[in-house]
């Protein structure tokens, strides 16, 4: 067990590092032959199916439908919506040529797909009976990235990405703010990471919209992670495509339209929340392998009988693996430790003769003996306590590392990292001045705040706001 900690290195030594070294041994991933573009391994592709089965019925309960939309744009369908392709033009890869022949027109591989679906919608939308169009998809985009890291910046990277369209700006409204609620129940709920909802400033916000919400997490270094955007676009994209429909009133309008994501990185996020020392440590929901089952002495063929019993007893309401391989009992627990399995199911000679076995939660490495006739009841148990013991130290981690700065913004100078909460101004100068002079950028602003003073000009408040350095 030893031997395999010691090739992940501590996460007090050297966080990246570490991260590195977890990514890499859990075998999440690895690298390709193209500069930041990963190969999703078969234990981290089982990560995102799970948080895709996860959220792909949240959508369609919701009655979002999927499409598919290409994965190449015209150029001169990318630069109909000004603000937005500039927004997007460093890190657009461009396909010039087909074969060995120049293409007359460059093609643009996605960074996103506003352009196509908005392309689509002008051809099917004609009167108000075709509104709305509550569309999603589950595919991958490219954005040329100059730094890379595994999941959490990469140049070719997957995600799903909503897109809807209404007839009034109050249902598209309230479409961005349901979304921007789905995803941070999503996290809480089933990742067990405490966030900060809010509002992106105008420098922030996504190129093209109107307004952009975000869902902020604090990873174990107090650096922070944007783990999903919800935005609202108003009719600009709309009138930018020539997107119009009859009303009711048979009058010309202009529909309004929204868009929200959340990629692989959120899978960057669970490993860098949750993870120690030893490896992974994974929620249930999203976990591959959420018990796994150890006999001890494979030579007792009882043993292993039972366990098959006790597997095919799980098997039916978890996911669940048994381990027949010939490793010794401390390498495995130590392999499935790093993969971060939730739940560990040990069973051996005294447990054959007490009708019982031993349960190891991954988090805390507590052991409880547990008789068989209640496994189940007391699995669902465990469980649910390993839920509730991850959200609550994010919550709390979170808590540690958020600082209230209040007239004075040198304060935070000795604060390594964490959330940064004070009032602000809304102006842009100061939003620029917190970068150059302290490092950190604005994350979100909460909510409207005109009783106090900016801490960086003195002028009266318009908003309480998150300040972080992010990943």
């Not at 390709?32 to 996860?54: D, H, T």
């Not at 999941?151 to 409204?173: N, S």
């Not at 098997?315 to 010794?328: G, I, M, P």
Request: hydrophobic fraction near 35%.
């Amino acid at each position: 067990m030893e031997n395999v900690m010691k090739e992940i290195t501590s996460m007090e030594k050297d966080f990246a590092k570490w991260y590195t070294d977890v990514v890499k041994k859990a075998k999440l991933m690895d690298y390709s032959g193209v500069r930041g573009c990963m190969i999703l391994e078969p234990y981290g592709c089982a990560i995102w199916e799970n948080i895709q089965k996860i959220l792909d019925k949240k959508f369609k309960d919701l009655n979002h439908e999927n499409v598919l939309m290409p994965l190449l744009i015209s150029e001169s369908l990318l630069q109909q919506e000004k603000d937005h392709i500039e927004g997007f033009a460093p890190e657009v890869a461009w396909v010039t040529h087909g074969g060995n022949e120049k293409l007359e027109e460059r093609l643009c591989i996605r960074p996103t797909s506003e352009v196509l679906f908005c392309d689509y919608f002008s051809k099917k939308i004609k009167s108000w009976r075709d509104l709305p169009k509550l569309y999603n998809q589950w595919c991958n985009v490219v954005r040329w990235e100059k730094t890379t890291r595994p999941f959490l910046r990469t140049v070719e990277f997957y995600w799903q990405e909503g897109h809807t369209i209404h007839e009034t700006e109050k249902e598209a409204r309230e479409e961005t703010e349901k979304m921007l609620n789905l995803y941070f129940d999503f996290l809480e709920k089933d990742l067990c990471i405490f966030t900060i909802k809010g509002q992106k400033t105008e420098k922030e916000k996504f190129a093209g919209a109107e307004t952009t919400y975000t869902i902020e997490a604090m990873m174990h270094d107090g650096k922070i992670l944007q783990s999903a955007t919800s935005h609202y676009f108003g009719n600009s994209f709309a009138k930018a495509f020539g997107i119009k429909y009859r009303n009711k009133f048979n009058q010309e309008s202009f529909p309004y339209q929204t868009s929200w994501g959340l990629t692989t990185r959120v899978i960057g996020g669970i490993i860098m929340t949750h993870g120690d020392n030893k490896g992974l440590v994974l929620p249930p929901s999203v976990a591959p392998i959420q018990i796994i089952i150890i006999p001890i002495n494979l030579k007792n063929k009882e043993i292993i009988e039972k366990s098959l019993k006790i597997y095919d007893i799980l098997n039916k309401n978890f996911r669940v693996k048994l381990d027949l391989t010939d490793q010794t009992p401390g390498w495995k627990f130590s392999e499935y430790e790093m993969k971060g399995v939730p739940l560990r199911l040990e069973f051996g000679p005294k447990d054959l003769k007490n009708n019982q076995c031993v349960l190891v939660k991954r988090n805390t490495s507590e052991k409880k003996i547990c008789n068989l006739e209640n496994l189940e009841e007391n699995i669902c148990l465990s469980l649910d306590e390993l839920k509730f013991e991850l959200y609550e130290e994010s919550l709390k981690r979170t808590n540690d590392l958020t600082y209230l700065i209040e007239d004075n913004f040198e304060e935070i100078l000795d604060k390594k990292y964490g959330f940064i909460k004070s009032s602000w101004c809304g102006n842009s100068k100061c939003e620029d001045l917190v970068k150059e002079k302290y490092g950190v950028t604005s994350r979100c602003i909460i909510k409207k705040n005109n009783a106090n003073k900016c801490p960086l000009c003195g002028e009266n408040s318009s908003y309480n706001i998150y300040w972080g350095k992010s990943y």
